[in-house]
Each structure stands twice: as C-alpha cells, then as structure tokens.
C-alpha cells in the first residue's frame, strides 16, 4: 500500500514539473517573432564620370516586433574612387535617424553610417547620400553593399542589399565609348568641297570620306 502511494507522488511530482517545462519553452521568444527589419538601396539621377551621384536608402521594420532599444545601424561602404560628399534624413518616422560619413581602411574606401532607436512595426528612415565619381572611374559599373544590424553583443544582422550603377555614358549603359548607329551624312547635309567628314561618326573600322559635293539629297 505504502509502496502504490509513493509511485503516485512521484507520478504527479514528474507531471508538475513537465508542466514546469512545458511553461519555461512556451515562454521563449520565438526567432519569428523577432523584429524583421528590411532594407533597400537605389539612387537617384544618374551617375557619370566626373559628376555627382546620390544614393537612397530605405530601412523599414516590416514584421511585428520591434527592435531592441539599441535600435538600428545601417552600414555603406563605397567602391575604391567614389568619394562620399554629404547625406541627409529625407523621411523618418522614429524621430531619431542620424548618419556620418567614415573612411574605414583601407583610405580609399569612403562609406556611410547611419544610426536609429528603437524601431517599432512599420516604422522607417529613408537616407539619401551624395558621392563624387572620378572623371576616370573604372571600370564602368559601380556596384556596392549597404548592411543593416540591430544593435547589441554582437549586433545581430538584419538584412543586405546590393545596387549597381553605370558611370558611363551619362548612366545609361555602354564602355564609355564608340558610336551606336552607322549614320551615313553624305549626301543628307549641305557640304562644302573638300571638307573631310566621318561617315559613321567613329563606328568600329570607319573611314574618312573627301570632297562632298554641296547640295541636298534628292530622290
């Protein structure tokens, strides 16, 4: 008798402290309850060589928990030649988006760092930044990596976006040099005799053509 009751205490020991167990797991965090905060980059205008290019960047808290209340860091570091000239807060709805321009090592490398508190579900900052391009950048394409972290020890990352730019031909696509069209001028403008004109405006294998006669093209 004395031995049934002492495996029924034990029995309903062992079921409070699964009880106890189940109530320490269910109290966990869940990873997807954690504060998914996005991040895109774009830019605005275009970029060429020798001009001003600007960069935007959006972080925006899209889940349904907020940051911690070391907020957020976004991170932007530029490719060797461009140079980082000035940015600024376009939007931002936590009140409390900051950034500065940096020179990590090595020296040629410029970035960006920007700063945020907390960040609550649906709550966003929008950067616009403004960076010198060479007027020898190369190569033509300028691609770079904006990061973001919530904030602690360690930071822990958040998401990363990527953006490519054309520096030549006003942003547009191409090496930087060569024509588009074999255009064909004789005959189409009035010429003077003996003037020295490139039929195809500098197409791969042109050659020069002398002496047009003065006139309009006629059917």
């Not at 003037?195 to 003065?214: D, K």
């Given at each position: 008798?004395?031995?049934?009751?002492?495996?029924?205490?034990?029995?309903?020991?062992?079921t409070v402290l699964g009880l106890g167990v189940a109530v320490?797991?269910?109290?966990?965090?869940?990873?997807?309850?954690?504060?998914?905060?996005?991040?895109?980059?774009?830019?605005?205008?275009?970029?060429?060589?020798?001009?001003?290019?600007?960069?935007?960047?959006?972080?925006?808290?899209?889940?349904?928990?907020?940051?911690?209340?070391?907020?957020?860091?976004?991170?932007?570091?530029?490719?060797?030649?461009?140079?980082?000239?000035?940015?600024?807060?376009?939007?931002?709805?936590?009140?409390?988006?900051?950034?500065?321009?940096r020179i990590p090592q090595p020296p040629d490398r410029t970035?960006?760092?920007?700063?945020?508190?907390?960040?609550?579900?649906?709550?966003?900052?929008?950067?616009?930044?403004?960076?010198f391009i060479p007027s020898n950048q190369q190569p033509c394409?300028?691609?770079?990596?904006?990061?973001?972290?919530?904030?602690?020890?360690?930071?822990?990352?958040?998401?990363?976006?990527?953006?490519?730019?054309?520096?030549?031909?006003?942003?547009?696509?191409?090496?930087?040099?060569?024509?588009?069209?074999?255009?064909?001028?004789?005959?189409?403008?009035?010429?003077?005799?003996?003037?020295?004109?490139?039929?195809?405006?500098?197409?791969?294998?042109?050659?020069?053509?002398?002496?047009?006669?003065?006139?309009?093209?006629?059917?």
């Open positions: 008798m004395a031995i049934r009751t002492l495996r029924r205490r034990f029995a309903a020991l062992g320490f797991v269910t109290g966990v965090t869940p990873a997807y309850a954690q504060a998914q905060v996005e991040l895109t980059k774009t830019h605005v205008g275009e970029f060429t060589r020798g001009g001003v290019g600007t960069y935007r960047i959006t972080v925006r808290n899209t889940g349904a928990e907020p940051t911690n209340d070391f907020g957020t860091q976004m991170e932007d570091t530029y490719p060797p030649g461009i140079t980082f000239l000035e940015s600024r807060v376009v939007s931002d709805t936590t009140g409390t988006a900051e950034c500065e321009g970035g960006l760092t920007c700063r945020s508190g907390r960040m609550n579900p649906g709550d966003s900052y929008v950067i616009e930044a403004d960076v394409t300028v691609t770079n990596t904006a990061s973001v972290f919530e904030g602690g020890t360690p930071p822990r990352l958040l998401d990363t976006a990527s953006h490519t730019v054309n520096v030549c031909n006003g942003g547009n696509g191409g090496n930087g040099g060569g024509s588009i069209l074999p255009i064909n001028l004789s005959g189409l403008l009035p010429m003077y005799n003996n003037v020295t004109t490139n039929n195809n405006i500098h197409s791969p294998g042109a050659t020069n053509v002398s002496g047009q006669t003065f006139g309009l093209n006629t059917p």
